[in-house]
């Protein structure tokens, strides 16, 4: 057969359909069962972590109260899934070993209401195609179980067989006969990694469910089942991680939100602490994952994140679950309406002064509205205390003149009146004529003790003492004022002498052009310019004389990462107070202003300095850090006080 006969004409090598002496062979033809099974396999068995995950699912969606997963050779060897569920009838084990069978769906509108884990069917096919499977079941009334055995998809064995109520199956040598997959398995570690991960972001859905998790010959992991969401989650992250969290309630028309969040001293290296779920199910969703960073987004330093636990839970149709055959993927509807309730409940939650940072954080519950079920207390209690020296961003400057005085007593401040109302004496932009946010705890209202070391005031709480540096305290009041009143004054353009283009990927040109209003608000003057371009006609005047090719691709770049516009569900005032932390230029630079126009630590301040700077606080919104990430006020609780001296 000559080239031409088997390669396209475009050399691209793709053979013509095979002629033979009985005619053309059909170009569509069914595929054998086997071949199916095998392409489920490939979209649903990832690694062993996708078995166990099917399995466990199985066995909750039939009624289990107790699971228990036993793993070997990191799920390589043997996976073993054992529940006390309904079991199953001798035919309805058979038929669920058939392709696309299941109990779960009877109708087609069951798919716009699905409640359990699985529905597609595939599932125990696909797993039983590409190892060697048994299947032990029995239902609760009946005196004897079943047992089938099969062997890569073909069945082996049937009869009957002996064992508690539930069912039990163990799937042995994952991929032994597709050594093309199985070559692509990781260390036992690593796969072993991948399933209690998965257990783990299960077990947090599921407080009421016993889990039982063998690894090898090692001792089991064992979660009771608890009432408390919260019991569960500390017995799965541990008690210091769920000591942390702060506990998050929304309600909306279409679902509600409840989730606990970690105050925003207690960060993360990396993002593997967002534990999100929809309808109880675990989920990885950008809206959502998004939604969480977004609203901690001036909290923390960049390049740190938060840990969560965040349960969005529908009235009614709203979320499509069947975009993914491993289910890990959801659909909204409403992505923007979902997002905005998201972000706006955690951020009213970091709206709370009651804790602050290093203290133990207090519980407290938001609503969407801002609503904090903990009272104003003044100061959350602490059990420890933490060094701050070598902090990032902290100022190197040596104390002056300590010796002089390490205290500046001052007395306790009187409310202002009009007459004592003067221009601000320390330098810095005049605060905003608005009254100060209400809060569960107002700086401004605490009794000043003084200044200790010429670097950090002492302030009295209802339930301790209070540390504020006063550098990073003032550098926070001049960053949000100088961005505030940016927006205030109008963002000044500078015209460029030549219009520059600038060449984008055609989805970020694409959300760049969705978001011309906020590209407008910072200073932009973009128009597109053919596929995938723009051209930029002026820029910031804050920016002046940089290249505005990389702002401008930055710009788009956090644009187009975002599963929401920038202004999606937001008011004009709110959507101006966060679009500069799209543009980390412009971030940086008020960060830098700030920082240089702040008082120093090493300043000796006089009592009205000092009041002024708890007074300015309170004008502000809150924010546990300065700019670049170091605290601005850490509490020490009367409890570890009276420890300390022996009163406890």
Known sequence: MSESDTERPDGVGHPHPVKDENGPEDRVRRLPDALIDQIAAGEVVERPASVVKELVENALDAGARRVR???????????????????????????????????????????????????????????ASVSRMRLTTRPADDDEGTRIEIDSGERIGEGAAGGPPGTRIEVADLFARVPARRKFLKSHGTEWGHIIDWLRRLAIALPGIHFEVRRDDRAPLVWPAVEDPLDRIAAVLGEDEASRLVAVQAEDPRGHLEAWVSTPEATRANANGLYLYVNGRPVRDKVMRHAVLQAYRDLIPKGRFPSAVVFLTFHGPGVDVNVHPAKWEVRFADSQAVH??????????????????????????????????????????????????????????????????????????????????????????DAPATAPRTTALQFGQLRLIGQLLASYLLVEGKEGLLLIDQHAAHERVLYERLRAQWFEAGVDRQGLLIATPVELDPLEAAALEANAETALRLGFEIESFGQGSVMVRAIPALLAGRDPTPLVRELASELANAPVGADAGTDTAEASDSDTRLLAAVDHAFATLACHSARRAGDHLDAKEQQQILNDLDTIPWAPTCPHGRPVAVSYGLDEIERRFSRR
């Open 69 to 127: 997963v036993d793993v070997r050779d990191g799920g390589k060897a043997l996976i073993a899934v054992t529940d006390d569920g309904c079991g199953m009838s001798p035919r309805d084990a058979r038929v669920a070993l058939e392709r696309h069978a299941t109990s779960k769906l009877s109708q087609l509108s069951d798919l716009e209401a699905v409640g359990s884990f699985g529905f597609r069917g595939e599932a125990l096919p696909a797993i």
């Open 340 to 429: 905005q309730l998201i972000r706006r409940a955690v951020r009213d939650a970091m709206g709370n002064r009651g804790w602050l940072a290093n203290g133990e954080p207090a519980t407290a519950v938001a609503s969407s509205a801002g609503a904090s079920s903990r009272e104003a207390s003044g100061m959350a209690p602490t059990t420890s205390r933490v060094d701050h020296t070598g902090g990032a961003g902290r100022a190197t400057d040596t104390v002056r003149d300590r010796g002089a005085s390490d205290w500046v007593l001052a007395e306790p401040p009187s409310p202002p009146t009009a007459k004592d109302a003067a221009p601000a004496a320390l330098p810095g932009l």
